[in-house]
């Protein structure tokens, strides 16, 4: 009977700071789309011709990308993004941003 009771309350225990975790605050960050597959986070945009990605992580995401960050020899690994901006923004500056990018290289090439 002991043994049941330790069980679900081990459960109810797990169960309760798992929700705590997901239901905290959640920010939004930019950073190069191996970070966030280092740690195993899903971006919310990708742009292929920078590598850069925006996620929405928790706290607890930020501590693993500090930590796997420290351990790839750099520091921080993200930047946090302010509420204003938002995906559409994003796919507009990195559109213009594959632009610029395109003109340079043609410009290099010459």
């Known amino acids: 009977m002991k043994t049941a009771s330790l069980q679900k309350l ?5 169960f309760g700071i798992v929700s705590l975790l997901n239901a905290a605050p959640k920010s939004t960050i930019l ?17 292929e011709s920078t590598g850069l990605a925006v996620a929405e992580i928790s ?4 501590s693993l990308i500090l930590r796997k960050s420290h351990e790839m020899g750099r520091c921080g690994g ?7 901006i938002t995906l559409f923004n ?5 559109s213009k941003w594959s632009a610029s990018e395109q003109r340079y290289a043609s410009i290099v090439a010459v």
């Open 10 to 14: 081990f459960l109810f225990s797990f």
């Open 31 to 47: 950073t190069d789309i191996q970070m966030l597959e280092e740690v195993k986070i899903p971006a919310l945009h990708f742009d």
């Open 59 to 62: 706290s607890f995401q930020q």
């Open 78 to 84: 993200f930047e946090l993004l302010s509420d204003e």
């Open 90 to 94: 994003l796919s507009l500056i990195s």
